[in-house]
């Protein structure tokens, strides 16, 4: 059985067991979530899409860890002679999915 989940702005096609990287959530690591944006269910003998969700559908994970991706550099150089040079880690949330309900 698999879902399509919404959280943080994307989609995402989960299964049970599976590990993904999503935007920051709140929680601290060996704690629980619960995704109810599901927006599609399938796997089973026919799929149930949502319009925009599916009404009773649950995907629970562990968070695994919470930490921050690599830094990407933004380098910029003018021709008069100066440059700028900076950066950022953007955090994310390391879950496994658990369970599939719907």
Do not use: C
Not at 39 to 54: A, E, F, H, R
């Amino acid at each position: 059985m698999y879902a399509v989940i919404r959280t943080g702005g994307k989609q995402y096609r989960v299964a049970e067991g599976d590990v993904l990287r999503i935007e920051k959530v709140s929680g601290n690591v060996g704690t629980e979530v619960t995704f109810n944006d599901v927006l599609m269910l399938g796997g089973s003998d026919s799929p149930k899409v949502g319009q925009p969700t599916v009404s009773g559908a649950k995907v629970v994970g562990k968070i695994l860890a919470q930490d921050k991706h690599r830094k990407v550099l933004h380098f910029r150089k003018e021709k008069e002679g100066w440059t700028r040079r900076r950066g950022h880690r953007q955090p994310y949330t390391e879950v496994k999915v658990t369970s599939i309900s719907g």
